[in-house]
């Protein structure tokens, strides 16, 4: 049995006197692709902050690799929704995925094995020849692919990717998303998602997050128990073309 | 114009005094300037440069009602500042205050703090005024001694942490996870700022600080790919606007803080006006 990474035992968030999260227990175990999914305020940024110990659990316990979120920085490469960066900040390509190299004893330069590293992880992303393009220049789909070598730029354990094909179009959706296959061959990945038209098709697991956390394998997710999570009428797609999707509501 | 300020430079410590005093204050205007630009917390400034008068007023108050003949309307200055920092500080990385209201409060107690210590204060207040709108041509040694040492503190903080001020600067929920202390360096970054103002509102005063801090930068950001580039580019048009001003104002018997602003937010009309035109261009013939 593959080794567990991610243990969330009995946990509950509050915030302002309302359940957020309530009792949640789940394990994520190693070269899994685990995808979160439920509709808008359920909880499931709220997850994955708690995952990567940004947030505390109100009750219950949450272990990586045995110990504490947040103790183990290298563990988790994480890659944030997309609309949060300022696009006038003057910053280059390059340097933003240096950031992943930064360590609580990082001072002065970056030595050149860091620099070798975000060169290797800009060509993972296949945008090396964008290395000194300023950040603010680069389409919605080139930045997630920057962010997302940023995450692998620290060889992480763990690749969180929160909604990281919100905000760009249809193509770019695509290649994202085949671009997340492939990384899935080599790290444990956790994908926060609304479309759920693609999710069952990449996952090996899927949390359904609606205050409580239900963990599906790919083909027990049904349009039941979809309409479950979103308390409302959902039609679960599968499909090939991304242009053939239909939005579900 | 002609060559008197040159003469005189030649013959005068208080120009001389001025024009060092410019030359220190540019590398903490420009650093700083380019954080808080970048950071969008000029109103942060603005409301540090603001409360500053309390302290000024309630050290000069010490000085001539209490006897306390140590303090001077400086140290109340740099008190005030730090004390704002820290507020806002605890306002806006813990509280669930609104930021504006808070900043406004600061803004508006600090100024009113001021008038009221020098309304309770015997005699005319004629330090206090020169700090309102500053007065470069009245900076003394001991000020270029603390504007030196500041300097240097912010060059050495720069340079060891830069790529942390970068991360924590675009992105600090991710700095977080890389186990950076987000909050120490918001911290000591907003200390080094109000430390900053202090040195400033001797150069430009209390009024126009803000627009010292924020023009220079702006300009820079022009042109500058990479944080580094804009700090080093800020530095060096903070200097030019410092010293041509300095020289414009001497010449024609202008307050040399307005004049250093005014130059200023020319050379930043300029640039977006140039700028524009050629984005037009280019998008014209590629049409």
Redesign the interface.
């Known amino acids: 049995m593959a080794k567990e990474i991610i243990r969330l035992n009995q946990v509950d968030f509050i915030y302002d006197n309302e359940f957020v999260l309530e009792n949640v227990n789940i394990s994520l175990y190693r070269k899994e692709m685990v995808s979160i999914i439920g509709p808008n305020g359920s909880g499931k940024t709220t997850l994955l902050k708690l995952i990567l110990g940004l947030l505390k659990p109100t009750k219950g316990s949450i272990t990586v690799l045995g110990q504490l979120p947040g103790k183990e920085q290298q563990v988790f490469g994480y890659v944030p929704q997309y609309a949060q960066y300022d696009s006038l900040f003057p910053v280059n390509v390059f340097d933003v995925v240096l950031m992943g190299c930064l360590k609580p004893r990082t001072f002065g330069m970056f030595n050149s094995r860091d620099k070798n590293s975000a060169l290797y992880a800009l060509d993972v992303v296949h945008l090396l020849p964008l290395k000194n393009r300023s950040f603010a220049t680069l389409s919605g789909g080139q930045r997630q692919r920057v962010l997302i070598a940023r995450a692998l730029v620290s060889k992480p354990e763990v690749l969180l990717l929160d909604e990281p094909t919100a905000n760009v179009d249809r193509k770019t959706e695509q290649d994202l998303y085949v671009l997340i296959q492939e990384l899935s061959k080599i790290y444990t990945v956790i994908l926060v998602s609304h479309d759920l038209g693609v999710v069952p098709k990449i996952s090996d697991r899927i949390a359904c997050v609606n205050r409580n956390v239900i963990m599906h394998l790919k083909s027990e997710l049904t349009g039941q128990s979809i309409q479950e999570i979103y308390s409302c009428s959902m039609d679960l797609v599968h499909h090939v073309n991304h242009s053939q999707r239909k939005e579900g509501g | 114009m002609g060559i008197q300020f040159f003469l005189d430079l030649v013959r005068f410590p208080f120009l001389q005094h001025a024009l060092a005093a410019g030359l220190l204050s540019s590398i903490a205007c420009g650093l700083m300037g380019s954080y808080i630009t970048?950071k969008?917390i000029t109103y942060i400034a603005g409301a540090i440069a603001h409360c500053v008068l309390g302290g000024m007023g309630a050290a000069r108050y010490l000085n001539v009602v209490a006897g306390f003949s140590f303090l001077s309307p400086l140290h109340g200055a740099l008190a005030a500042a730090i004390l704002a920092a820290f507020i806002i500080g605890a306002v806006t990385l813990f509280s669930r205050q609104r930021v504006d209201t808070v900043l406004s409060a600061i803004w508006a107690v600090g100024m009113a703090l001021g008038v009221l210590f020098i309304y309770m204060t015997p005699g005319y207040a004629e330090d206090l005024m020169s700090y309102l709108f500053g007065n470069i041509l009245m900076v003394k040694p001991d000020d270029l001694f603390f504007i030196a040492v500041l300097d240097m503190v912010i060059m050495s903080v720069m340079?060891?942490?830069?790529?942390?001020i970068?991360?924590v600067?675009?992105?600090p929920?991710?700095?977080?996870?890389?186990?950076?202390?987000v909050h120490f360096y918001s911290f000591v970054l907003l200390i080094l700022t109000a430390l900053t103002i202090v040195i400033l509102i001797q150069v430009v005063g209390i009024v126009l600080v803000i627009a010292l801090l924020s023009l220079p930068a702006a300009t820079a950001?022009y042109f500058?790919?990479?944080?580094w580039?804009?700090m080093v580019l800020s530095v060096i048009l903070s200097l030019f606007y410092i010293i041509l001003g300095l020289y414009v104002s001497y010449d024609s018997n202008l307050p040399a803080g307005a004049t250093i602003i005014v130059l200023a937010g020319f050379i930043y009309l300029v640039t977006i006006i140039i700028k524009n035109i050629i984005k037009y261009k280019k998008r014209k013939s590629t049409v």
Do not use: P, T
């Open positions: 970048v969008r340079i060891i942490f830069y790529n942390k970068l991360a600067s675009f992105d929920e991710y700095a977080r996870i890389r186990g950076i202390a950001s500058s790919k990479q944080l580039q804009m």
